[in-house]
């Protein structure tokens, strides 16, 4: 680049601004970087709101690689995972493993594929399950999985201004589409055109093929990858099966949603925990144990980054800013409210919904268990709560 452009540059009428305010948003790089000891970052294309890629990190030992979030399901998707293992000269026979972080699409989507196609094993928490696979008996439903059958899926999720996009990447659990929410009204359900979708994606063999694995590893149970040990941490709160790996060797910590750089994962209120905001603050406090042995975060999305206790602050002062907005919204309308008037204290117009309001009670049944609420079911079926 010559001076002239650089003039050229300096002359134009106003800076511009960044074009992705958060790096999760930011289209998938063609460039293949090394951000660890035997560790390359790939990123792999995916098209949901708020997310322009997901992260696969290839881990190298004698065997060959262990490939960590193998991208989505779908023809696609396995292309451009086939380009970029090309890209980062690892021919596709040489991938003996998937570490699947937690049982989102755009994580383990490629996981099934790549064990029919090469006989990689399958690591995963020993609680992974997903939803449609008929062998498993839990019943959750999971709303990033239906963006799959939707590009709009996310769209009225989208956050509130300033901080946060992750409501549209997120999991709604719920007993079934039909029942009621829990804080009452309508079952928080995606409409009839997305649950058709869902359904024809689950009823066609093999167009999702789906992740059986083959290790469910334990807390602090101990895996060989890169030439070296990890550990595993089992991470609840973004999802109740999330896993992270952490390497003591050298310092790496593989966060996947669990702590992410410029956006926070969004914690359901439709898990079946009495309170999963609790649980997603334990796995932060959990993770920060390790940050002083930690050189380099790899989240799943967005860039590595060194500090993983600065980030896991930011994110815990993120959520009990949003509790004290609750404990606002209480003192301006001087009365018990439902969920869905509080949520929208806490997210934009345009992210109203089922899946705002989950997130709403969360941070809501949160307080009740910690005393700083109360709430009574009305008689119209409604949950109202008051805020101390
Ligand atoms: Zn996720
Ligand atoms: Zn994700």
Sequence with gaps: ???????????????????????EQEPASRTITEVAPG?????????????????????EDERGFAVVDPGMPGPRAWKELQDALKRAGIPLKRVHTAIVTHSHPDHFGGAG???????????THKSFRL????????DDVDVETQALASSSCMHDACDDADHDHTARHESIREHDWNLPAPWGGNPPRPDWKRRLRWNV?????????????????????TVTF????????????????????????????????????????????????????????????????????????????????????KRVDEIKHHHVGRLDRLREAYRELGRAATVSEYSHYLFSPRAQGAMADSESYAHLEHLVQQGGAESHRRTDGMLAYEVG
């Design 39 to 59: 560790v390359l970052r790939l990123q792999l294309p995916i098209h949901l709101p708020g997310l322009g890629h997901v992260n696969c990190y290839a881990l």
């Design 226 to 309: 890169a030439k070296r040990e990890w550990v595993a941490i089992h991470t609840p709160g973004h999802t109740a099966d999330h896993l992270c790996l952490f390497d003591p060797t050298e310092g790496t910590f593989l966060s996947g949603d669990h702590v992410l750089p410029t956006i926070t994962p969004h914690i359901s209120g439709l898990m079946k925990f009495a309170d999963p905001l609790q649980l997603f603050f334990d796995s932060l406090d959990k993770v920060r144990e390790f940050s002083g042995q930690v050189r380099t975060v790899l989240p799943a999305h967005g860039h590595p980054f060194p500090d993983l206790a």
């Design 201 to 221: 994606l689950r009823s066609v063999p093999g167009l999702m093929p789906t992740p059986t694995p083959t290790t469910r590893l334990r807390e602090a149970d």
């Design 113 to 123: 594929k790549l064990r029919r196609e090469t006989g990689a094993e399958i690591v």
């Design 1 to 23: 680049m010559g001076s002239g452009d650089n003039q050229q540059v300096q002359g134009a009428v106003a800076p511009t601004a960044p074009k992705y305010r958060k790096q």
């Design 131 to 138: 939803r449609w696979n008929p062998t498993e008996t839990d």
